[in-house]
């Protein structure tokens, strides 16, 4: 194969060529991959995708074509760097040398950038999707706050409820016992008068002594009426509580 302005030369300038394109489209695919990771972030908080950025969907597909002109380019590079070297003179082998070597540092660079805004994006996806999580362990979290607060209230609500039922058997026992006092004069009275009569019609003392009993006896039915009354309060009062 001849290198000097035969067709081996031909052959190693197309070569040169191609690659030197597919270097300007990765460097292309490149600055495409970084505009769309620093587009506006649109952050989802869903735990199936988070997004990482507005247009973070199609960065892969971008980063993916660049890997592959780059794989092609380093293809390219290595074929070159056998042609150069069969090259006879030495002027121009020295020539190809530094074109093939050149190239094959610039798309070593850009296989660096490319990975170091891989790394990047792998960390975006991290950080959002524990973010995702974290949002949705506090959701979680603010239910299980709200149903205690609601179960407060209920029972509040309850004890609101106990304490009006509290007051009004108070109330009630109250007017019992006022109502059993009432009765108690009303009897005295009576009894007063039953004497002032018998007294004056001359009744014997048997009949003053038994009406005396009566009223003894209705006394102490007076008195078990209101122990009883609140007898029943306080066993109602340990109920509701």
């Known amino acids: 194969m001849e290198f000097s302005g035969g067709a081996g030369g031909a052959s190693l300038s197309q070569m040169y060529q191609s690659a ?8 292309d695919g490149v600055a495409r991959v970084e505009r769309l ?8 908080y869903s735990s199936s995708a988070p997004l990482v950025g507005g247009n973070a969907a199609g960065v892969p597909a971008v980063a993916e074509e660049v890997r592959r002109e780059v794989a092609q380019i380093q293809t390219l590079c290595a074929q070159m760097d056998r042609l150069w070297r069969s090259i006879p003179a030495k002027g121009q082998r020295d020539l190809w040398k530094r074109k093939v070597e050149q190239l094959s540092e610039e798309v070593d660079s850009l296989k660096e950038t490319l990975d170091r805004h891989s790394l990047r994006q792998q960390k975006r996806i991290l950080e959002a999707k524990e973010r995702a999580e974290l949002f949705e362990r506090a959701n979680g979290e603010s239910s299980h706050v709200l149903q205690i607060f609601d179960d407060e209230s209920r029972a509040m609500q309850s004890a609101r409820s106990s304490s009006r039922m509290l007051e009004e058997a108070y109330e009630t026992g109250v007017a019992i016992l006022h109502k059993y006092a009432d009765q108690r004069d009303r009897l005295k009275s009576a009894q007063r008068k039953a004497l002032d009569i018998l007294n004056t019609v001359g009744l014997s003392n048997s009949v003053l002594k038994l009406i005396e009993r009566r009223h003894r006896v209705d006394k102490w039915i007076a008195y078990a009426g209101m122990i009883i009354t609140i007898v029943l309060m306080i066993v109602f009062c340990r109920l509701t509580h």
């Open 20 to 27: 030197r394109r597919l270097l300007l489209s990765a460097r």
């Open 37 to 44: 990771a620093s587009a506006p972030t649109s952050s989802s």
